[in-house]
């Protein structure tokens, strides 16, 4: 039965939602707000000046955070600050008071201790690599298990969703790509541009795209069509959907406008290929609803209530990327 077919349940509720023990986030910009805020505090305790810290995630059920290394279009030494966000979760890592640990692999998540998050690092702009595929093999052995192509702009690999719709990526950005898939990195395909998103999917590397929306609920350039939501599928890739209003829709944005593009991306590319990747410690807003970590069980909720089950909601809020990172 398709997901619009199905009735929704508009007496869930908080306390009739599924147990999110095993939620994954597969993008907040933690790191980077660190590094931006002096780093020594960590995230053992709850920061208020943080949208996620390791008491709210636990409370929340979270299991692993993708924790993405941002640089901006113009920062003047981004591969530096790559390198001082992944000491950053090297230190976190190092601290036994912080239960949050490295992961590298679907193996090392499977072995984490009850009550200990997942760390997984990611690049978020790879003009990082300031022209040299050396970094990669550097970021690998540090942990880093996704590579996000482009920002907004433009970089030396390709052009962002706010660049010339025409060009797509460069001979570097290729070769990037294929050196990444050889050391077991996947492509993260968020903010590239069409024409970058086709040439990156064509090149065969697993990929998936960390943190985007649907197009068709809300037309945004940094929302994915369904052609595009199509060709991912094809590919054996998913979606990680994202809570910032302004990818959602219009005033009001509520929970109730995360599940209609769940919905629509569940109907175009099936239900196992639909995760979240939230977005926060990078948006300055959520929907109605949703605070932080802690609220993962009312998304859960909302997310029954439209229609999905209990099994399905589980795979949203992790299992899908979990059974996905293990099968790449």
Known sequence: MSLPERRANPSASRSSAPPTARAIDLHVDTLSR???LGGERGIARERPDLQVDLPRAREGGVRALCTACFVRDD???PRERVRAMLAEAERLDRDPATPARIVRSAADLDRLPPGTIGLLPTIENARSLEGDLGSLDEWRERGVAILGITWNGSNELGVGCGGDPELGLTDFGRAAIRRAATLGMAIDLSHLNRAGFAEALALGAPSLATHSNCRAIHDHRRNLDDAQLRALAAAGGLIGLVLYPPFLGADPVTLASFVAHARHAAEVMG?????LGTDLDGIERTPEGFRDHRDLP????AL???GFTAAEVAGILGE???GWWRRV
């Open 34 to 36: 660190l590094i931006d």
């Open 75 to 77: 920062d003047a030494a």
């Open 271 to 275: 239900v196992e290929r639909v995760a």
């Open 298 to 301: 009312a998304l859960a909720a």
């Open 304 to 306: 029954r209530g439209g």
């Open 320 to 322: 899908n990327f979990a």
